[in-house]
């Protein structure tokens, strides 16, 4: 991507490749972190597959001969490290130790709420009716989801809890994004935010090391893959996504999650949903569907939101990305 290039007009069928990858991954992550966090604490785990995402993004970057980003991408770059890669990784760990997956995805789920509300806020992307129809319906879908496999007493207030800190630090992270991606690539962006998270973990690195030398090989592997796929690579092709369309619909994507962790956790973990949570799932699927459309979007803002850009832009074209889908 061209650094400080405007969202395509129209559908970007790259963009909508970028966002399905993402989704898939991190569905993946969820089960990845049932399966790891069974021997590793939720920072050690953490700590982990930051470093492993760190060492991914930085042989790409040597090999695409990728600078430093530029000092307009710092503010954004920082707020997600610190709240996205770093407090949302724990938080989530944590939070999967005492509620199963398809909870987890659920509670989660309601970050891309978030999302739309601070972006069509802050950054001034609107509150187009499809995409708030979209949103209404997959997180309908969402709620069956999470309470159909919610059922056998597996969840706590705690775990919930920590989930919501997870969606909160996310939704922030998500919106901090945005204006950074204006100036840096997606790729600069990924590495440094996840490098920037893992600075913020190194706390955990004594436990960390500890739990390494005992665990089996495969908790070990399980971590290594979250750092390379689900973050290495979802990050960057979430980066390059959301930067061809507007916050709220990204999020919007990402309800799709709830469904695909079903059927992961169905297929590697041996939980077996039933009925009501495939049609939870339909209802996601939908749901993003709806969101997805370009009939009936707003293509236009009040002309006072062009000349009052959120800090911390400084190019007045920052906010125009609610104009293309």
Known sequence: MQQGSAPRAG??????????????????????????????????????RLLSGTVMLAVICLIRREGLPPRGAWPGIAAAGVLWFGA????????????????AALVVNIGPILIA????WLLKEGFAPRLLAGMA?????????????????GSSVGGVLLCLV?????????????????????LQFTTWACAI?????????????????????????NMVYLGVFPTAIAFTT????????????????????????????????????????????????????????????RRGRPAAAAADPPAPASDPRLIDAHTHD
């Open 88 to 103: 949302y990784m724990v938080a989530l760990n944590w939070g999967e130790r005492l509620v199963d997956a398809g909870t």
């Open 11 to 48: 559908v970007d069928r790259l963009a909508v490749a970028a966002a399905a990858v993402t989704v898939v991954l991190w569905a993946s992550a969820f089960v990845a972190i049932r399966s790891a966090g069974g021997e590793y604490g939720p920072g050690a785990l953490a700590l982990g």
């Open 238 to 297: 979430w980066g390059y996504a959301l930067a061809r369309t507007s916050a709220g619909k990204m999020g919007a994507t990402t309800y799709a999650a709830p469904a695909l962790v079903v059927a992961m956790s169905w297929l590697f973990l041996d939980e077996v949903p039933g009925l009501i949570t495939l049609g939870g799932g339909v209802l996601c699927l939908a749901g993003v569907a709806v969101s997805r459309s370009t009939r009936g979007l």
């Open 137 to 153: 319906v997959s997180f309908a879908g969402a709620a069956v989801v999470g309470l159909s496999m919610s059922g056998d007493g």
């Open 166 to 186: 997870a969606a909160v630090t996310y939704a922030f992270g998500v919106v901090s994004q945005k204006p950074a991606l204006r100036h840096a690539t997606p």
């Open 117 to 120: 509300l601070l972006g069509g």
């Open 197 to 221: 998270g893992a600075v913020v973990c190194l706390p955990f690195a004594p436990q960390l090391v500890s739990q390494a030398a005992d665990a089996p090989a495969a908790a070990t592997l």
